[in-house]
């Protein structure tokens, strides 16, 4: 601790080693006082890191514990009925929105694990898709996704906005796709993991899972996570409720076995009705983490929905996550110290 402390003061290190000399043999002492040089040059050098890592923080207006929309979708498709789902040209525009803001697009399960590997002043978004329905992933005889399909439509966008990352989360239920054979439904999620999109469950019947006992709630989930692990290598980290709504107690959708499968998630998502906390604060609460849907500014969707949302998220910008480009700090201004989660906390840059 002391030694820490005294090699702190680059220059106090010379005359420290100088002082100890005295008593040594002429090699040792050498040695001792080259090794606190360059204790002393490590030192220097992580400090001048750490000012331009906080430098380039405070240049992009870093606020890494600020919020981030998760948004919700259900079915892409023509001629809508009255709900949740959206038509190929609204979703098309939402994407065009969020890439002109400076939104990237990272997955649920980056989003959980703190997992935010995104540019210099950029803004993280989740992208959410519930049902599995064949409206958000078709592929042709070739394995390429159809235009019109919710994936074919990120891509396009993607392709066409550099920096923009085609990735996303799906929430499937045993429609998986409206694919019938198992090796038709390997296909598909072989498809998604393969181009780095994210799987997560939804339980296999998408009952509602409120009043329902324990062991149907735990049955029910267990079997979602089957429904992906039977068919492809790969194990869903988070979970979304079926229409948002949690069991009698709540952290049974978090963690549990049934149907011959155990789940330990690291979030659970509802269907309402606010931005996400970033993962980085306090107020992350891993339990039951919103969504927004995605819509207009029509109904009880003038205040809470995608579209305004994004619009209080543009009005109120330093309540928004924004990132400093480096995957491994958390950077914030100083006053938001107080809300830095303990996990993260020998991460945080504060600036
Ligand atoms: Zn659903």
Same mark, same amino acid.
């Given at each position: 601790m002391g030694r820490l402390r005294v090699f702190g003061?680059?220059?106090a290190s010379l005359s420290v080693a100088a002082l100890s000399a005295?008593?040594?043999s002429g090699g040792e002492a050498d040695e001792k006082a080259a090794a606190a040089r360059a204790k002393a040059r490590n030192m220097a050098a992580a400090a001048s890191e750490k000012k331009t890592e906080t430098e380039v923080a405070a240049k992009a207006k870093a606020n890494e514990l600020g919020q981030i929309p998760v948004i919700m979708y259900h079915r892409i498709i023509k001629?809508?009925?009255?709900?949740?789902d959206r038509t190929p040209e609204q979703f098309r525009a939402e994407l065009e929105r969020l890439a002109k803001e400076d939104y990237v697009p990272i997955t649920a399960a980056e989003y959980v694990t703190g997992k935010?590997?995104?540019?210099?002043g950029k803004h993280p978004v989740v992208l959410t898709f519930d049902d599995s329905s064949p409206s958000q992933l078709t592929l042709d005889g070739m394995g390429n996704p159809k235009p019109d399909t919710a994936v074919g439509i990120l891509m396009d966008v993607a392709k066409k906005h550099?920096?923009?990352?085609?990735v996303a989360t799906f929430y499937v239920i045993r429609d998986l796709f409206g694919m019938a054979k198992p090796e038709e439904q390997t296909q598909v999620l072989e498809w998604l993991k393969d181009h780095g999109f994210d799987i997560g469950n939804h339980?296999?019947?998408?009952?509602?899972?409120?009043?329902?006992p324990e062991k149907e709630v735990e049955e029910q989930i267990g079997a979602g996570q089957k429904l992906v692990t039977s068919l492809i290598k790969f194990s869903p980290v988070t979970l979304a409720l079926p229409y948002g709504n949690q069991p009698h107690d709540k952290k049974w959708a978090m963690k549990g076995s049934g149907a011959g499968a155990s789940y330990d998630f690291r979030g659970v998502f509802l269907a309402g009705y606010t931005p996400a906390p970033s993962?980085?604060? @306090?107020?992350? +609460?891993? =339990?039951g983490i919103p969504r927004i849907r995605?819509?207009? @500014?029509?109904? +009880?969707? =003038?205040?809470?929905c995608s579209t305004a949302w994004l619009d209080w998220l543009n009005a109120n910008a330093t309540d928004r996550f924004t990132s400093?480009?480096?995957?491994s700090t958390v950077a914030f201004?100083?006053?938001?110290?107080?809300?830095?989660?303990a996990p993260y906390a020998t991460r945080a840059l504060p600036y």
């Open positions: 003061v680059g220059v005295a008593c040594m001629n809508p009925p009255p709900g949740d935010i590997g995104i540019p210099a550099p920096g923009f990352r085609p339980t296999r019947d998408h009952l509602n899972l409120l009043g329902k993962p980085y604060t @306090k107020d992350f +609460d891993p =339990v995605s819509k207009e @500014k029509v109904g +009880d969707c =003038v205040k809470f400093d480009g480096n995957a201004p100083k006053f938001k110290a107080p809300f830095v989660a």
